[in-house]
Structures are given as structure tokens and as C-alpha cells.
């Protein structure tokens, strides 16, 4: 069955450092890997998606994330953190054609400290 | 640029009350994703629209339908409530199976 982990509930950094939200997937076939941040009372906000090719994708708000199809993971990394990125981060998998459906993790808060 | 709608934004209801949520896509995206969300949850697939086709269903109940129509705008129906269907539903569009893109949520609460 498809599923995504975020193993970690919450990561917490001080502004200025860099950040790393974790991700690794459990899928079949050639998955679409998405991360998407959700503030407070607000909707999901798409950040940065891998399809194919290079493994390093860049995103919105400086955010950068890194598939591993070795270790099957899909890192969430930013070189430094600002605290008005705290917020709650969710990776999510989808097949892409019919199945667009996404599948997310169960999200983890990043909480920066000033 | 144009955000996906949704409304209402927030909605109470009592048990087995009904409720109508809309969401109108960004504009020429031709797919529509429902999700629900229930309090510390991940969002969950209910039901997905293309071209006003259904494309792909998950764990929606039998009390709950939804539609796409002509001008791609949907409507997800939500019959019998029950307590544990309150919650944030959102709604996501995409021209196709490119990125979806999320709308601000419907907050229900049923009493």
C-alpha cells in the first residue's frame, strides 16, 4: 500500500540556522513527491513537487528538496530559517494520471525560534 | 493570480442536518479534488472530478455526493451528519494531473 512517514511530529530550530523536515514514501512504480505547508486556520499552500530529472528541486520561499530514490526519501531543506516559516509541513504522493489523489503524511510543525 | 473559492468558509449544523460546500476552481483547470481534514489529522481523499467526470473516489461515506458541472465549479453534499464529520474540507483544482492547488477550507462543525 502507498504511504508516506514524517517521523518526526515537530522540529525546532533557531532563526538563521538551517532546516531539515524529514520525508520517506513507501510506493510502487514512479510516485510524484509534493511538499505543502499549512498555516494556522489557512489552506494547504504548495511548495515544491519532483516529477523527474534532477534530483534537487527548488521551491517557493527558498525552500529545496531532495529525492533519493536509494533511500526512498524526499527531504524537506531550507539554509536558514526565518520564523515566520513556522508552520505545520505535510509531504504527499501521487501517481499522477487517474489517480491523481494525494496521500499525505501526517505533517510535521516546524517551530523557529527567534 | 485567481485562488481556488470556497464557501462557505465556515458552517455549524446540527445531526442529521444537511450541508451543501462549493468550491470553484482556478480559472481553466478542468480537475477537482475533494479532502477532509479532522482536527490533527492529514488531509484525506474523498472524490475527484475531471471534465465533470467522477476520476477517482476514496473514503467518502454513502451520506456524502458530490458533482462537477458545466462551468467546472463542484459541489460536495453532505447528507445525515454525524459529529464526527466536522472538520475542514478542502478543495483542490488542477488543469489535469499537474499540481493541485488548495483553496482556503470549509470549517464544519456539526452540533
Known amino acids: 500500500a502507498q504511504s508516506v512517514a514524517q517521523p518526526e511530529d515537530q522540529v525546532n530550530v533557531a532563526e538563521g540556522n538551517p532546516l531539515t523536515v524529514k520525508c520517506t514514501y513507501s510506493?510502487?512504480?514512479?510516485?510524484?513527491l509534493f511538499w505543502y505547508v499549512q498555516y494556522p486556520n489557512r489552506g494547504l499552500q504548495f511548495l515544491l513537487k519532483?516529477?523527474?530529472?534532477?534530483?534537487l528541486v527548488k521551491g517557493s520561499y527558498g525552500f529545496e528538496a531532495e529525492f533519493n530514490k536509494s533511500q526512498t526519501s524526499f527531504h524537506l531543506k531550507k539554509p536558514s530559517a526565518l520564523v515566520s516559516d513556522s508552520a505545520l509541513y505535510f509531504c504527499?504522493?501521487?501517481?499522477?494520471?487517474?489517480?491523481?489523489?494525494?496521500?499525505f503524511g501526517t505533517g510535521t510543525l516546524l517551530a523557529v525560534q527567534p | 493570480a485567481a485562488g481556488v473559492i470556497q464557501s462557505p468558509r465556515h458552517l455549524i449544523k446540527e445531526k442529521r442536518e444537511t450541508a451543501t460546500l462549493k468550491c470553484y476552481p482556478i480559472?481553466?483547470?478542468?480537475?477537482v479534488y475533494w479532502y477532509q481534514q479532522g482536527p490533527g489529522q492529514d488531509p484525506q481523499f474523498l472524490i475527484s472530478?475531471?471534465?465533470?467526470?467522477?476520476?477517482d473516489k476514496g473514503s467518502i461515506p454513502d451520506r456524502f455526493s458530490a458533482q462537477q458541472f458545466s462551468d467546472y465549479h463542484s459541489e460536495l453534499n453532505m447528507s445525515s451528519l454525524e459529529l464526527g464529520d466536522s472538520a475542514l474540507y478542502f478543495c483542490?483544482?488542477?488543469?489535469?494531473?499537474?499540481?493541485?492547488?488548495f483553496g482556503p477550507g470549509t470549517r464544519l462543525t456539526v452540533l
Open positions: 472530478f475531471y471534465e465533470k467526470m467522477q476520476s
Open positions: 519532483y516529477i523527474t530529472g534532477d534530483n
Open positions: 480559472p481553466r483547470h478542468d480537475t
Open positions: 483542490a483544482s488542477s488543469f489535469y494531473t499537474d499540481t493541485q492547488y
Open positions: 510506493v510502487s512504480g514512479n510516485p510524484y
Open positions: 504527499a504522493v501521487s501517481y499522477g494520471g487517474a489517480t491523481n489523489k494525494l496521500i
